[in-house]
């Protein structure tokens, strides 16, 4: 479906590809990896067809749709609707204004039969691409990704850049182009957002290139990685943790190999230079000249932007409780609350994570945390001996553009820091010689980020304040980051939008939402199992509300009698017994009306949940098949059948988004019935 044949690209000097050669076939969920700048956005243009390439041939079939979501947009001069916005999707817009130009010409011709056929045909076109329920699946699109639906008839406009982008993915993805490339989707979206996008492309079905360095993205939606590196093209059968596996092993048989090749390079010129000069052995010595001259060099996988590990330093001591927030409200105009009476504690140790829909007040409740902001009630109080190291979201956009690495990290240690120390502190964030002397101005986003690391712990804390560490570096700096966090004894506090790195570091999930902050004393894994227990209404915590309510009544009703007098209390007693006991038997047989019901939705969703997974592991070897295909290999079949499971993925998707829905009222109901 594309195919790039020996193509060659320059850039700024920079060679992006250099005789690079790959294929995407139809139907193929490709992860586009690399370090920054290698070009993986390039390649995005150029299938565009918005950059030529210098040499070669990119191949691609005529009349396929292209949907790109870029980094960066600008839609400033967007006027109309969000709503408007998103649901004008692809052809639409088009066959709508023809429409209404068509059912203009047939009032002053209501008998022409050209027009009442193609009226007839663009109807059958519109609502076929789903032009009669865009403003649903709108709707639906911008809920999911985090819009309020007071704002669906805001001017597009007046979003903020991180709005606008993620209306543009709605957008985007509604069209359901037959190739859909998305350049770093995740950048504005939090947790929740990630998620829905996650389910939005699962059953998206048609050929998918995704640049991203969200590993829970790459390892749920890719079956295929494709990395840009060194201006080479590697495809790697398989999602992100296959590639990494698949990665090291070549690169571990590559070094093998270069060393069996210098082995034999030293053994051919040590016979050479012992027999030069026997002229009994002349001719040997030739044959093994022209041998030398054949032997190549093995090339090895070109490294990753970022080597080597991140070394935290060892933090002081300090108290068992870290930090306490203390009924904590804050407010920044005095009339609106971001949040209200938030009471929790910080203790030695914690790795926390901070999790919610943007907007909650997550980086507002990390400066307070950080003693950078007063709240407007309560207090935050931090433990005996604490020391504070603090990473604002911005910060890395604010560093001396002028100054050196090195001045930097220099200007925030104590007065009698040693240069050899600071130089210590420097190499273990990746600075290492002539590094710590570069500039501020000519840093990468993720030097940057490391750079602030670094500032920080010249003078180690032992509480770690971290708000979006993970912006702008690439997905080996993240892995290392991640490890070190987990490593370091001292305690963090974070907020992230990139789920992998909050699964691999956090020991507890503080949930920030309109109504509540909730901590929850588990990893993420195990904060989500809770989510899916509360909405799913669990039977047992259903059962266990049952019995606390049943208890609270009994206290009111022998508080009522009490506060009765002589006789007409003794006389009331029996009776409020005998009253709940109607009320238990007419909860067990409302109960016991509503279970068929219940089992009839569960029996149906586990059987979607059935096609589904079956269908996924039907495709998975399928596209095993298809990787080490021969000559006898069948690809019409095997695409025919690959395409028939994504219709069946997506109608079982659809069909369980449904049940879902209604499990979810339908519980409701049982609770409230059960519970009345």
């Not at 992100?240 to 053994?267: F, I, P, Q």
């Not at 209404?537 to 009522?560: L, Y």
């Given at each position: 479906?594309i195919?790039?044949q020996n193509v060659?690209?320059?850039?700024?000097g920079k060679?992006?590809?250099?005789?690079?050669?790959?294929?995407i076939?139809?139907?193929?969920?490709?992860?586009m990896?690399?370090?920054?700048?290698?070009?993986?956005?390039?390649v995005?243009?150029?299938?565009?067809?918005?950059?030529?390439?210098d040499?070669?041939?990119?191949?691609?079939p005529?009349?396929l749709?292209?949907g790109i979501?870029?980094?960066?947009?600008?839609?400033?001069?967007?006027?109309?609707?969000?709503?408007?916005y998103?649901?004008?999707?692809g052809?639409?817009?088009l066959i709508?204004?023809?429409?209404?130009?068509?059912?203009?010409?047939l009032?002053t011709?209501?008998?022409?039969?050209?027009?009442?056929d193609?009226?007839?045909?663009?109807?059958?076109?519109?609502?076929?691409l789903?032009?009669?329920?865009?403003?649903?699946r709108?709707?639906?699109a911008l809920?999911?990704?985090g819009?309020?639906e007071?704002?669906?008839?805001?001017?597009l406009?007046?979003?903020?850049?991180?709005?606008q982008?993620?209306?543009s993915?709605?957008?985007?993805?509604?069209?359901?182009?037959?190739?859909?490339?998305?350049?770093?989707p995740s950048?504005?979206?939090d947790i929740?957002a990630v998620?829905?996008?996650q389910?939005?492309l699962?059953?998206?079905?048609g050929?998918l290139l995704?640049?991203?360095?969200?590993r829970?993205?790459?390892n749920?939606?890719?079956?295929?990685?494709?990395e840009i590196n060194?201006?080479?093209?590697?495809?790697?059968s398989?999602s992100?943790?296959?590639?990494?596996?698949?990665?090291?092993?070549?690169?571990a048989?590559?070094e093998?190999?270069?060393?069996?090749t210098?082995k034999?390079?030293?053994?051919?010129k040590e016979?050479?230079?012992?027999?030069?000069?026997?002229?009994?052995?002349a001719?040997q010595?030739?044959?093994?000249i022209?041998?030398?001259?054949?032997?190549?060099t093995?090339?090895?996988?070109?490294?990753?932007?970022?080597?080597?590990?991140i070394?935290?330093p060892?933090p002081?001591?300090?108290g068992a409780e870290?930090c306490a927030?203390e009924n904590?409200s804050?407010?920044?105009?005095?009339?609106?609350?971001v949040?209200r009476d938030i009471s929790?504690?910080?203790n030695n140790?914690d790795?926390?994570?901070?999790v919610g829909?943007?907007?909650m007040?997550?980086?507002?409740?990390?400066?307070i945390?950080?003693?950078?902001?007063?709240?407007?009630?309560?207090?935050?109080?931090?433990?005996?001996n604490?020391?504070i190291?603090?990473?604002?979201?911005?910060f890395?956009e604010?560093?001396?553009?002028?100054?050196?690495a090195?001045?930097?990290?220099?200007?925030a240690a104590p007065?009698?820091?040693?240069?050899?120390?600071i130089?210590?502190?420097?190499?273990?964030f990746?600075f290492?010689?002539?590094?710590?002397?570069k500039q501020?101005k000519v840093?990468?986003?993720?030097e940057?980020?490391r750079l602030?690391?670094?500032?920080i712990?010249?003078?180690?804390?032992n509480l770690l304040?971290?708000?979006e560490?993970t912006?702008?570096l690439?997905?080996?700096?993240?892995?290392?980051l991640?490890?070190?966090?987990?490593?370091?004894k001292?305690?963090v506090c974070f907020?992230?939008h990139d789920?992998?790195?909050i699964?691999?570091?956090?020991?507890?999930?503080?949930?920030?939402r309109?109504?509540r902050?909730?901590r929850?004393?588990?990893?993420?894994d195990y904060?989500?199992?809770?989510?899916?227990?509360e909405?799913a209404?669990?039977?047992?915590?259903a059962a266990q509300?049952?019995?606390?309510?049943?208890?609270?009544q009994?206290?009111v009703?022998a508080?009522?009698?009490?506060?009765n007098?002589?006789?007409?209390?003794?006389?009331?007693?029996?009776?409020?017994?005998t009253?709940?006991?109607?009320?238990?038997?007419?909860?067990?047989?409302?109960?016991?009306?509503?279970?068929?019901?219940?089992?009839?939705?569960?029996?149906?969703?586990?059987k979607?949940?059935?096609i589904?997974?079956?269908?996924?592991?039907?495709?998975?070897?399928i596209?095993?098949?298809?990787?080490e295909?021969?000559?006898q290999?069948?690809f019409?079949?095997?695409?025919?059948?690959?395409?028939?499971?994504?219709?069946?993925?997506?109608?079982?998707?659809?069909?369980?988004?449904?049940?879902?829905s209604?499990?979810?009222?339908?519980?409701k109901k049982?609770?409230?019935?059960?519970?009345?």
């Amino acid at each position: 479906m594309i195919d790039f044949q020996n193509v060659t690209k320059l850039l700024g000097g920079k060679s992006i590809l250099d005789n690079a050669s790959f294929r995407i076939n139809q139907g193929e969920r490709v992860g586009m990896v690399g370090p920054n700048g290698a070009g993986k956005t390039t390649v995005f243009s150029m299938i565009l067809g918005e950059l030529p390439p210098d040499k070669g041939e990119i191949l691609i079939p005529e009349r396929l749709r292209i949907g790109i979501l870029r980094q960066q947009i600008d839609l400033s001069d967007k006027q109309e609707d969000v709503l408007s916005y998103v649901a004008a999707t692809g052809e639409l817009p088009l066959i709508q204004a023809r429409l209404a130009e068509v059912e203009r010409a047939l009032e002053t011709d209501p008998a022409n039969r050209q027009l009442l056929d193609e009226f007839g045909h663009l109807q059958t076109t519109y609502e076929h691409l789903g032009g009669y329920d865009s403003g649903h699946r709108a709707e639906a699109a911008l809920a999911g990704l985090g819009f309020d639906e007071d704002v669906f008839h805001k001017p597009l406009n007046s979003f903020s850049g991180g709005w606008q982008m993620r209306a543009s993915m709605a957008r985007v993805l509604l069209s359901e182009p037959d190739i859909l490339l998305l350049d770093e989707p995740s950048n504005y979206l939090d947790i929740p957002a990630v998620e829905w996008l996650q389910r939005r492309l699962r059953v998206y079905t048609g050929t998918l290139l995704l640049i991203s360095h969200d590993r829970f993205l790459l390892n749920s939606l890719t079956n295929v990685t494709l990395e840009i590196n060194g201006g080479k093209a590697t495809r790697y059968s398989g999602s992100y943790s296959k590639y990494v596996v698949e990665r090291e092993t070549r690169s571990a048989l590559a070094e093998a190999a270069r060393k069996n090749t210098e082995k034999r390079r030293d053994k051919l010129k040590e016979n050479i230079d012992r027999f030069r000069y026997k002229a009994s052995k002349a001719a040997q010595v030739q044959m093994w000249i022209k041998m030398l001259d054949k032997i190549e060099t093995e090339e090895l996988p070109e490294q990753l932007h970022f080597q080597g590990r991140i070394r935290i330093p060892e933090p002081p001591r300090c108290g068992a409780e870290v930090c306490a927030i203390e009924n904590v409200s804050h407010s920044y105009d005095g009339a609106r609350f971001v949040f209200r009476d938030i009471s929790f504690t910080v203790n030695n140790g914690d790795k926390l994570g901070i999790v919610g829909y943007n907007g909650m007040g997550k980086t507002t409740l990390l400066r307070i945390i950080a003693g950078t902001l007063a709240p407007t009630s309560g207090r935050a109080r931090v433990g005996h001996n604490v020391v504070i190291g603090y990473q604002a979201q911005e910060f890395a956009e604010l560093l001396p553009a002028e100054e050196a690495a090195y001045d930097v990290v220099k200007h925030a240690a104590p007065g009698d820091t040693p240069p050899s120390r600071i130089r210590e502190i420097l190499g273990a964030f990746g600075f290492s010689g002539d590094d710590a002397m570069k500039q501020c101005k000519v840093l990468s986003g993720g030097e940057k980020i490391r750079l602030c690391f670094a500032r920080i712990f010249v003078n180690p804390p032992n509480l770690l304040i971290l708000d979006e560490p993970t912006t702008h570096l690439d997905i080996a700096a993240r892995e290392a980051l991640q490890d070190a966090l987990v490593n370091y004894k001292g305690t963090v506090c974070f907020v992230s939008h990139d789920l992998e790195f909050i699964r691999g570091t956090a020991t507890s999930i503080l949930e920030m939402r309109h109504d509540r902050v909730k901590r929850f004393f588990g990893g993420f894994d195990y904060y989500k199992e809770k989510l899916a227990e509360e909405e799913a209404g669990n039977p047992s915590n259903a059962a266990q509300q049952v019995k606390v309510n049943a208890a609270q009544q009994v206290k009111v009703n022998a508080a009522q009698s009490a506060s009765n007098s002589g006789s007409s209390g003794s006389q009331a007693q029996p009776q409020q017994q005998t009253a709940g006991k109607d009320r238990r038997r007419e909860k067990a047989a409302k109960r016991n009306a509503l279970l068929p019901e219940k089992r009839r939705i569960e029996r149906s969703l586990a059987k979607c949940e059935k096609i589904i997974e079956d269908a996924e592991n039907e495709k998975a070897e399928i596209d095993k098949q298809l990787m080490e295909a021969t000559p006898q290999t069948d690809f019409a079949a095997l695409q025919k059948r690959r395409k028939a499971l994504d219709y069946d993925i997506a109608e079982a998707t659809v069909e369980w988004e449904r049940l879902a829905s209604e499990h979810e009222d339908f519980m409701k109901k049982y609770n409230d019935d059960t519970d009345a």
